[in-house]
Nanobody, 125 residues
């Protein structure tokens, strides 16, 4: 059974940083693309970042480019999202996901087949 467990969310002031972690189990971690998505209150879930199986390729939503960094440790079955220069509009529940798209990366949520339970990130003024 595949499980994804996020941690690291919390309350932070604008301009601050947080690091989200997602621990995966139940499948060969390095064989799957990983991604982060977020859902703000009253809005649809949106793509944040994705990382290739080897970790050598990444892709970001324009809204987070230059501020967020996705990385993975295949030995520890973990994917991280380092979030710097946080803004109030980054407030959302953040989800990690795992999938096996045909390509190197995946930005659509229907390319992922397992999701974590989410972790809340709140950025105050």
């Amino acid at each position: 059974q595949v499980q994804l467990v996020e941690s690291g969310g919390g309350l932070v002031q604008a301009g601050g940083s947080l690091r989200l972690s997602c621990a995966a189990s139940g499948r060969t971690f390095s064989s799957y693309v990983m991604g982060w998505f977020r859902q703000a209150p009253g809005k649809e879930r949106t793509f944040v970042a994705t990382i290739s199986r080897s970790g050598t390729s990444t892709y970001y939503a324009d809204s987070v480019k230059g501020r967020f960094t996705i990385s993975r440790d295949n030995a520890k079955n973990t994917v991280l999202l380092q979030m710097n220069s946080l803004k109030p509009e980054d407030t959302a529940v953040y989800y990690c996901a795992t999938g096996s798209p045909k390509g190197l990366l995946a930005i659509r949520d229907n390319e992922y087949d397992y999701w974590g339970q989410g972790t809340q990130v709140t950025v105050s003024l």
